[in-house]
């Protein structure tokens, strides 16, 4: 079993986890003033890396909160959480 350490918890079980996509997209400040082809790129395209990967998670059945991990896509080693706001 994969343990996850929540950054308010400490380490849970991955069963307490739900991923939520790629970490740190900034969204336009004037979704009004972007082109079709970069709200588009904004909500669809992910980098999808072989390797270490900056990800949102989710402590869903525990504080709610949600948070980020660097976590390697081929081993699924999470090497650090931290909360949302802080420098990966
Ligand atoms: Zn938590």
Redesign the pocket.
């Known amino acids: 079993m994969l343990l996850i350490a ?5 380490p ?1 079980p991955e069963m ?1 986890f739900r991923h939520a996509g790629e970490a740190h997209l900034a969204r336009p400040a004037d979704p009004a003033a972007v082109s079709d082809a970069a709200w588009a790129a904004y909500l669809y395209e992910r980098s999808n890396p072989r390797g270490e990967h900056a990800e949102r998670w989710r ?1 869903l059945h ?4 949600f ?1 980020n991990a660097r976590r390697h896509t081929l081993t699924d080693r999470i090497s650090a959480t931290y909360k949302p706001g802080e420098a990966p």
């Open positions: 929540c950054p308010w918890c400490g849970r307490e402590h525990g504080c709610g909160r948070f």
